[in-house]
C-alpha cells in the first residue's frame, strides 16, 4: 500500500534544501537547491533553507558562509532565516520522549561491544548489517547498570512499504529490510533521521526534492512519519551527477564548488540553466531563461538517468549569457581580474575604454577569464607588449605602418569610418589589399593577431593612445633583412 502525501491534503507547496555544513556548496547541491528553488516559485510556494548541523565535530562556520553566498551568488533566494537544525535539537527529544510514551520506540541498552559482535556475525554470515532488536521487547528492569540507553524506534516486521516516489515511480522494501533506528543516541543527541523528520513537520515541508542517494532513508522516514501521525511530503529523488565519463563525480573530474565555477569565470544565470537541463527536460530548448524556467519547471520532466558534466556545454551556454549581457556589467565582472593581472587598480580611463569595447569583446569570449584576457589590451600600459606573431607582423610591415601614423596624424575627425577611410587610403597608396594593412595595425595596437574590429578598437582607444602604440611599434621593430 503507497503512503498518502501532505499534498494529498492540499497543503501550500513548501519545498527546502538542508545542507551539511562540511565544506563548500557542491555542484550537485547547487544544482538540489535550484530545483527546489523553481518548484516553490513554479507553483507560488516557499523555499526554506535548513542547515543540518548537528554534527558538531564536522561543523565549519566558514563552509556556513561559504554555502549562503553561493546560493546569493547564484540567485536562489530562500523565504525567512535559515534554519539551524542544531539549535532545534530540543525539540527533537522532545519528539523521542513522545514516541517513547506512545510505545512506538523502546530504550536500548545493548553495549558497543555486543553491537559490534553483533555487526560481526552478520558479516561472517553474509547477512546485512542490521541490529537485530534484542531490547525491542526486553524489561526495562533487566538493563545493565551503568548503561546509558539509546532510543530506537520499532519498525514493522512483516509486510513492506511502498513509496510513491515523483522521479522514480513506485518503489517497494519490504519490512525485514528495516531494522529500528537510533532516534536518540546513548549521549541524548538526536539522529539526523530524527532531526530531518521533525524539521520538514514542524517547516510544513510538502516535498522533499534530492538525490536518489537518499532514497533508502525516505522508508525509514516515512516510518517516523507514521509513527508521529503525521502525513510524509512528496519525495522525489532525483538522480545523481556523473563525470564525463560516467563515473560518480569526484575531486579527479575537476570543479566540484560553485564558488570554482565563480572564479573560473561563469554567469550564475548560465550557470543555473546549464544545472537545470542536468537531468531536467523541456522539449529540445536548451537556452532556458529564469523566467521561463520558473513557469515550466515541475517534476515530471526529471528524468531518472544519471546526468553527466559536460563543460563544453557550459561555455557554450555561458557564451551566450556573455552576448546577452549588459556591457557595464561585464565591464565591472572582469575590472578585478584585470587589476590583478596588471598589479593596481583601474583608472577611469581603463574603466571607460573597457566600456566603449565591451560590445565587441564579448562576441567571441565564453568566460569572464577569457573575457578578461582579451580586454587587456585595452587597459595594458605603454609599451604595450606582442606576442610573437605580432612581432613578426610589425616588423614586416614597418614602412606600411609609418603611413598609416601619418595619415591617421591628420584626420580631423577620430570616428571608425574615418579611421577605416584612413588605413584603407594607406593600402591603395602600397598597392595592397586593406587586410595587409590591417593585420598588422592590430598586431601594433593589441600586441596581438586577434581582437575585435581594428577599427573599432582604435576609435575605443583615442587618437592619443592609438598613435602612441603606433609610434611605439614602429620605433621598436628593427629593419627588415637587407634593409638600409
Not at 569595447?357 to 580586454?375: F, I, N, P, V, Y
Request: charged share 25%; glycine share 10%.
Amino acid at each position: 500500500m503507497s503512503t498518502p502525501t501532505a499534498a494529498a491534503q492540499g497543503a501550500p507547496l513548501v519545498t527546502r534544501f538542508a545542507p551539511s555544513p562540511t565544506g563548500f556548496l557542491h555542484i550537485g547541491g547547487a544544482r538540489t537547491a535550484l530545483f527546489n528553488w523553481l518548484l516553490a516559485r513554479r507553483h507560488g510556494g516557499r523555499f526554506l533553507l535548513r542547515i543540518e548541523d548537528t554534527d558538531r565535530a564536522r561543523y565549519n562556520e566558514a563552509a556556513v558562509a561559504a554555502i549562503i553566498d553561493g546560493l546569493t551568488w547564484l540567485g536562489l533566494d530562500w523565504d525567512g532565516e535559515p534554519v539551524s537544525q542544531f539549535a532545534r535539537r530540543d525539540r527533537h527529544r522532545a519528539a523521542a520522549d513522545r514516541l517513547l510514551a506512545a510505545g512506538h520506540a523502546y530504550r536500548c541498552y545493548a553495549t558497543p561491544d555486543e553491537l559490534a559482535e553483533m555487526r560481526d556475525r552478520a558479516r561472517a554470515a553474509g547477512r546485512p548489517v542490521r541490529y537485530d532488536g534484542r531490547w525491542r521487547d526486553r524489561d526495562p528492569a533487566e538493563a545493565p547498570a551503568g548503561v546509558d540507553p539509546a532510543i530506537r524506534l520499532k519498525a514493522p516486521t512483516d509486510g513492506s512499504l511502498t513509496i510513491e516516489d515523483a522521479v522514480q515511480g513506485p518503489v517497494t522494501v519490504a519490512a525485514d529490510q528495516l531494522d529500528d533506528m537510533v532516534l536518540l543516541r546513548s549521549d541524548g543527541t538526536p539522529t539526523y533521521m530524527l532531526s530531518v523528520v521533525i524539521d520538514d513537520i514542524d517547516m510544513g515541508v510538502t516535498h522533499v526534492v534530492r538525490g536518489d542517494d537518499h532514497l533508502t532513508n525516505a522508508f525509514r522516514q516515512t516510518l517516523l512519519y507514521r509513527a508521529l501521525g503525521a502525513a510524509p511530503p512528496v519525495f522525489a529523488h532525483i538522480p545523481l551527477i556523473h563525470g564525463p565519463d560516467g563515473a560518480k563525480l569526484s575531486k579527479r573530474h575537476g570543479a566540484l564548488g560553485i564558488e570554482a565555477y565563480r572564479d573560473m569565470g561563469y554567469l550564475p544565470e548560465a550557470l543555473r540553466n546549464y544545472l537545470l537541463r542536468l537531468g531536467w527536460a523541456h522539449g529540445d530548448d536548451e537556452i532556458i531563461s529564469t523566467a521561463d524556467a520558473q513557469a515550466w519547471f515541475d517534476l515530471d520532466g526529471v528524468g531518472r538517468a544519471a546526468a553527466r558534466l559536460d563543460l563544453a556545454k557550459l561555455d557554450h551556454l555561458n557564451g551566450h549569457y556573455l552576448r546577452e549581457a549588459a556591457d557595464d556589467r561585464l565591464a565591472a565582472d572582469i575590472a578585478p581580474r584585470l587589476a590583478a593581472a596588471l598589479g593596481r587598480p583601474l583608472d577611469d580611463g581603463d574603466g571607460a575604454r573597457l566600456l566603449a569595447g565591451m560590445d565587441g569583446l564579448k562576441q567571441r569570449a565564453r568566460t569572464l577569464d577569457e573575457l578578461a584576457r582579451s580586454a587587456m589590451f585595452y587597459v595594458v600600459p605603454r609599451p604595450i607588449p606582442f606576442d610573437d606573431k605580432a612581432t613578426a607582423l610589425v616588423v614586416q610591415s614597418a614602412p606600411l605602418l609609418q603611413d598609416v601614423v601619418a595619415r591617421l596624424g591628420g584626420l580631423e575627425t577620430w570616428s571608425q569610418e574615418t579611421i577605416e577611410e584612413a588605413v584603407r587610403g594607406a593600402g591603395e597608396a602600397a598597392g595592397v589589399k586593406l587586410g595587409k594593412v590591417a593585420q598588422p595595425l592590430r598586431a601594433a595596437l593589441t600586441g596581438s593577431t586577434i581582437s575585435p574590429g581594428i577599427f573599432e578598437v582604435a576609435d575605443v582607444l583615442g587618437r592619443s593612445e592609438t598613435l602612441g602604440r603606433l609610434a611605439d611599434a614602429v620605433a621598436g621593430a628593427p629593419p627588415p633583412a637587407g634593409g638600409g
